[in-house]
């Protein structure tokens, strides 16, 4: 399977309004982390995410994360 590129090695944690967001998943927008439509010819997609309330979410930049969009400390190994 190809693999996502790695666009930095620790989570973008940001305070989030409600409203749905496109996490990047393949590592190449110059947006991060949300998706500016640079997975344009690769396998991937961007992932969406619905935000009900406002909250803070650390998004996964390094993209190897289990857990979705959501950093699960995966980075640190990397
Ligand atoms: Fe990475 Fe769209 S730019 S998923
Ligand atoms: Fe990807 Fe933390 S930034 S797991």
Redesign the pocket.
């Known amino acids: 399977m190809e693999k996502p590129n790695i666009a930095?090695?620790?989570?973008a944690v940001l305070e989030v309004e409600p409203g749905t967001y496109y996490w990047c998943k393949c590592g190449l927008s110059k947006k991060q982390p949300f998706c500016d439509g640079s997975h344009s010819g690769t396998s991937f997609t961007p992932v969406e995410v619905k935000v009900e309330e406002k909250k803070r979410i650390?998004f996964?930049?390094?993209?190897?994360?289990n857990n979705s969009y959501m950093?699960?400390?995966?980075?640190?190994k990397l």
């Open positions: 930095d090695k620790k989570p650390a996964c930049n390094c993209k190897q994360s950093c699960d400390g995966t980075h640190s």
